[in-house]
Each structure stands twice: as C-alpha cells, then as structure tokens.
C-alpha cells in the first residue's frame, strides 16, 4: 500500500531518475499501480497494468481516475440523475450528495445545482472548487472512490501468484478533497462530540501563516464547523483502513505474509482548524506530520517506534534495501539502522513547500526543535515570518519564538545550529539558493 506523493509537474524536460518500482521491475519484479496517480506520467512506463493519470496527461490516452470511478459507479448500478432540492451535484462523480453545512453550496436552489452537471452553479460566483465540497453521498457503502481504488488493487493482488516477486500500490485518494463520504461510514461519527482544535483562535502574530479573508476559509474558526469536516474525514479513514485490512488479509489467504514488506504512508495531512486554517499547503504540523508505518517479519522487529524525523525521500533507499537491490544515488537514505535500533547519522528532516525560486518555504526538524524558513531573495519582497517551535514545550505552535518576539536572541544557537544544517542539506540535494540562505535573516 504504497502512496505516494503529489506532484503537479509533467513536462518534457524532466531529468531521468529510477523509481523503486523500475528497478524492481529491471530485477525481475511484477509491479502493478492502483489509484490516484499524482506524479509525472513518464515514470508509469514500468508497470504491467495500464496505469490512470489523474488528469488528463498528453503522455498518455488512458482514461483519468475520475473517468474509471465514473465508469465503476455505472457498474454497481449507482446512475447519474439529476440532483433533489437538498443535494447538490459532486465534480468527481457527477453524482448528487446531500451537503453540510460547511459546504461551499450548502443552501443554494436547486436550479442552480442542477444547472451545471459537472459540478454546480454557486449564485453570483464561478464554479466552487472540490476543496469546498462536503456531504454525505446517500447511495452504497462501496459508491465511493476509496472503495473503487480498493478493489482495482485487491482484484490485482488475487491474481498474482504466491511464489512471484511483485511490487503492487494502492494509491488512495481519500481522504482528500471532495470530502463526500457514503453515508454508511458518516453515520458511525457524531460530530458534535469531535474535538476541536486548541489552537482554533490563534490570532497568528508573529506567524509563518495568515488566514484568507474569504466566506469559505473563515469557516475554519468555527468549531461547529471544523466538527463537521472531522466527521467526513474520519469517516474516509475509516474506509480506507477497512481496504487496507482486505489487502492484509489477502497476503494471509496467500500465506505469503511473512515474505511481503508493506508500506503505508501520506503525502500529507490537514489542517482541519488548528489555527483556525484548512487545506494542506502549511508547514504546521497537521499538514506536514503524516503516518509511516512498514511491515516486514521476521525482518523488521515488531512494535518499533522511530523518534527521528525521517522524510518521504527515504522511502526509495529504505525499499530497495529491504529487497537487497543496489540503491543508486539519491536525496534519502535507507532507514534500516533506525528501524533495527542502530545509530544513524542523520537526524533531522527537511520538507519543501511551493516554488522554492519564491524562497520556500523550507521546514527542517531535528529533535524537538522545528523551523520555517523563507529565503531572502535578492528579486523579491519576502513579507512571510520565519518561525521557531520547541514542540516539546509548544506543540500547538501557538509561539514562534524568533520573528517578533523581543527575546529571539535566546534561540540564536538553535537558530546557527539548524540553519547550518539545512545548508548541508542543500549542498547534499543540489538545491540552489545556498546564498541566499546565506543573507536570510532569522
């Protein structure tokens, strides 16, 4: 169950770099890929089955994802129809569902949302984005696109042999914009008893992030609201986690168990309120702070838990070690030694958000200690504030300790130290803008 992470980029210019799964697939593995496909399109050569882009791709002529959970609904008998006076019509599907009140389109007449099949009509404004969607889908428990990418995967993995050597992921979109769950999995959540977020009213002074000023996004500071987004999205957990559990169980039917290393992992998470934001795109942990979780007995001792920050980038060299490939150069490293309890060198993480040519930002971890860096750049009026956790003392990071806080020159060290650790990260990856760290001031 290997998820991997997003990427908007395809183009020709590309430079050419193996995947795992290519040079699994060089050494004689059967690799297969299920689901939501966010990376460049050139990197899908290897697969035995006909993998669907996301999008429309112009590497490729295979229907997008939507187009294959459009094709699935019509196979388990849930048909377009036209959208009742509560529902409103989902881009995704092109299906109705019934919205929250959290929803960008909660509330408008019905002749606006039948207006528009692929997607509604909000009076007065354009077309709302899939981020503002969320509702209760009233058709089956298996209507949904979780389910759909669940069973392209375990229909792959009955067919593969036991004795063959394979990579098979299963990319699951949810929980992920449009938050529209079947109605089977919202009803086992009472969103007036979920949590909300302690740092809801941050006022975020002297903060890397502001809010926008939009109807939609101030919602967020809403704890009835952030209690119906909780609902939606535990609701999709909760049905990934019951795909993820058929494809354990059928590595049991298949006896081959103890010979498969399974993965599971996130490109991201939400913010879900706290700090009274929404969407991804932050470098606050609810966005940045994503489950990694692999499986391998007999291999991996059972119940490890690894406290050092490790990235996605390690993943790659983790893999191919594990199934004793050669690990060609890259940006990670294998996290054996950790996962077996040995010393390793590297002890932080670093995470990259957006156009780093704009000055990142760039997240670096390392202990308890986490800091946001936007890069001073020489052709461009840098307004967002650099900021410094100790998520030990501060795990909300409600207060950023350098930025405007009068006693910064406390953190000077913690500063030297990390600052000089993402330079050697920088070195280490080729990332540019070395100089340019160099006169950020923090």
Not at 1 to 12: A, H, Y
Not at 411 to 431: A, Q
Request: charge should be neutral; hydrophobic fraction near 35%; charged fraction near 25%.
């Amino acid at each position: 169950m290997k998820v991997l992470g997003n990427s908007d980029i395809e183009n020709d210019d590309i430079p050419h770099f193996p995947t795992f799964d290519q040079i699994l697939s060089d050494n004689g593995y059967r690799t297969e890929y299920y689901g939501k496909w966010h990376s460049p399109y050139q990197f899908a050569s290897k697969y035995k089955n006909e993998v669907r882009p996301t999008n429309k791709s112009k590497f490729t002529n295979i229907p997008s994802t939507a187009e294959g959970f459009r094709k699935y609904l019509d196979e388990i008998g849930v048909a377009k129809r036209t959208a009742k006076p509560d529902e409103v019509i989902d881009n995704m599907s092109q299906r109705p569902y019934i919205p929250l009140p959290i929803d960008g389109r909660y509330g408008i007449k019905t002749a606006d949302t039948v207006a528009n099949l692929n997607g509604g009509v909000n009076p007065g404004k354009a077309k709302v984005p899939q981020s503002e969607n969320f509702g209760i889908f009233p058709g089956p428990a298996n209507g949904s696109l979780a389910a759909y990418e669940g069973h392209e995967a375990l229909k792959a993995l009955e067919k593969i042999e036991p004795e063959e050597s394979f990579s098979l992921t299963c990319s699951f979109g949810p929980p992920h914009p449009p938050f529209v769950v079947p109605k089977h999995y919202a009803d086992m959540y009472d969103a007036s008893i979920l949590s909300v977020p302690g740092s809801i009213n941050d006022d975020l002074q002297n903060a890397p992030y502001q809010r926008n000023k939009t109807p939609f996004d101030l919602r967020f500071q809403k704890p009835e609201m952030v209690q119906q987004m909780k609902k939606v999205y535990y609701a999709m957990v909760t049905q990934v986690d019951e795909w993820v559990g058929k494809l354990l169980d059928e590595l049991d039917r298949k006896g081959i168990t103890d010979n498969t290393l399974v993965v599971f992992v996130s490109d991201h998470g939400e913010m879900m309120g706290d700090h009274g934001l929404n969407s991804k795109m932050k470098m606050y942990e609810g966005s940045v702070h994503v489950p990694l979780i692999m499986r391998f007995p007999g291999k991996m001792p059972a119940g490890m838990k690894v406290k050092t920050p490790v990235s996605h980038l390690d993943i790659f060299a983790t893999i191919l070690d594990y199934t004793g490939m050669k690990i060609p150069e890259n940006d990670g490293r294998s996290l054996r030694n950790l996962i077996e309890g040995k010393a390793d060198p590297v002890d932080y993480a670093v995470s990259v958000w957006g156009q780093i040519n704009n000055g990142g930002p760039f997240m670096i971890r390392k202990g308890d200690w986490k800091m946001i860096v936007y890069l001073k750049m020489a052709d461009k009026k840098q307004t967002s504030v650099s900021a410094l956790y100790n998520l030990k003392s501060d795990p909300m990071e409600m207060n950023n300790l350098i930025g405007t806080n009068p006693e910064k020159a406390k953190y000077e060290k913690v500063v030297r130290d990390l600052k000089s650790t993402l330079k050697d990260w920088m070195i280490k990856t080729k990332t540019p803008y070395l100089a340019e760290l160099d006169n950020t001031i923090l």
